[in-house]
């Protein structure tokens, strides 16, 4: 298995422009979480999806973060207008709930906003 | 709310040297906890998993304990590399098998 697939890995952008970052969970497993990494806050979950449902976006810090998951095998954070606050590094995790498995985490995205 | 908090936040040790890294807990119903190394620039690569019926895993020289009655895991890495050098993450549950509190970690360096 190729793991826990994240794009781009490095993300250069001007504040006020559309940010997509992406994401491929590992095959089989149900659950996807984006976490979001700085000094300051250390790991912070922004969002989950259990089976493509979002269940919980009370860490999506305002409405210019969104996400999807269209399906089991995609998921998208959409940061539009993106800010220089925003810069940090971005990760996507994949588990399976349900069985006594841990978390997969992708590579991260780190996001600089200028 | 579950609160994760790991100490001490760095630790620079001699090669050789066996140590314990602490992480405690505030929510007692957790279903597992994890146990993660990052290194510098990189993504997290889980260590061990302990499920909530058991006391501790071991993988090659680490060995992480858990006890919930009051809220501790250990991290033990017996014999420390240089290539052990990195953060060592903490997390759990925010309750039962929700999704995973991380700690701030602990920074170690193993000195040669």
């Known amino acids: 298995d190729a793991g826990v697939i994240q794009s781009p890995r490095h993300e250069v952008t001007e504040m006020g422009q559309e940010v997509t970052l992406r994401c491929k969970p590992i095959?089989?497993?149900?659950?996807l979480f984006w976490y979001r990494q700085t000094m300051m806050r250390g790991l912070e979950l922004l969002i989950y999806?259990?089976?493509?449902?979002?269940?919980?976006d009370s860490g999506m810090p305002e409405d210019r973060f969104s996400a999807k998951m269209p399906n089991a095998s995609f998921s998208t954070l959409k940061i539009q207008p993106s800010e220089p606050r925003d810069s940090a590094v971005y990760f996507c995790?994949?588990?399976?709930?349900?069985?006594?498995?841990?978390?997969?985490f992708g590579s991260g995205t780190r996001l600089t906003v200028v | 709310k579950q609160e994760v908090t790991q100490i001490p936040a760095a630790l620079s040790v001699p090669e050789g040297e066996n140590l314990v890294l602490n992480c405690s807990f505030t929510?007692?119903?957790?279903?597992?906890l994890q146990w993660f190394r990052q290194d510098p620039g990189k993504g997290l690569t889980s260590l061990l998993l302990?499920?909530?019926?058991?006391r501790e895993q071991t993988s090659g020289r680490l060995n992480a304990s858990l006890d919930k009655s009051s809220g501790r895991s250990t991290l033990y890495i017996a014999a420390s590399q240089p290539g052990d050098s990195a953060t060592y993450l903490c997390?759990?549950?925010?309750?039962?098998?929700?999704?995973?509190?991380f700690g701030k970690g602990t920074r170690l360096s193993v000195i040669a």
């Open positions: 995790a994949s588990s399976f709930q349900g069985a006594p498995g841990g978390y997969t």
């Open positions: 095959s089989g497993h149900n659950s």
């Open positions: 999806f259990n089976n493509n449902v979002p269940i919980d």
């Open positions: 929510d007692s119903a957790i279903y597992n």
């Open positions: 302990i499920q909530s019926s058991q």
């Open positions: 997390a759990a549950p925010n309750s039962g098998n929700t999704p995973l509190v």
